[in-house]
Nanobody, 123 residues
Framework: VQLQASGGGLVQAGGSLRLSCVAS????????MGWFRQAPGKEREFVAA????????NYADSVKGRFTISRDNAKNTVYLQMNSLKPEDTAVYYCAATPFNTDTASPNVFASWGQGTLVTVSS
């Protein structure tokens, strides 16, 4: 699948943003979807993932209770609702897709990546 992420921007601490990632092709519903982020000078890290049906999700500890991942298979779209944003959430956010049915948070199993969207949280 090919992925196109959008929705990033500049927001004040405590604010909210919703990221979207649209997938091309007819196989979206057969892929587990994830969001990762990479801050300047840091490695890419796992943020959240959602199963093919949307019935199962998992999150990094740093975003639990603040971020929510969801998907709409009819629209080939995965979302990341980000609330109570903090300056440390500043990063380029990437959506990714894997055909493997696994709960791993490793980016290595995600074969397809979007281009990234920048989220900047000011203090």
């Amino acid at each position: 699948v090919q992925l196109q992420a959008s929705g990033g921007g500049l927001v004040q601490a405590g604010g909210s943003l919703r990221l979207s990632c649209v997938a091309s092709g007819r196989t979206f519903s057969s892929h587990r979807m994830g969001w990762f982020r990479q801050a300047p000078g840091k490695e890419r890290e796992f943020v959240a993932a959602i199963s093919r049906s949307g019935s199962s999700t998992n999150y990094a500890d740093s975003v639990k209770g603040r971020f929510t991942i969801s998907r709409d298979n009819a629209k080939n779209t995965v979302y990341l609702q980000m609330n109570s944003l903090k300056p440390e959430d500043t990063a380029v956010y990437y959506c990714a897709a894997t055909p493997f049915n696994t709960d791993t948070a490793s980016p290595n199993v995600f074969a397809s990546w979007g281009q990234g969207t920048l989220v900047t949280v000011s203090s």
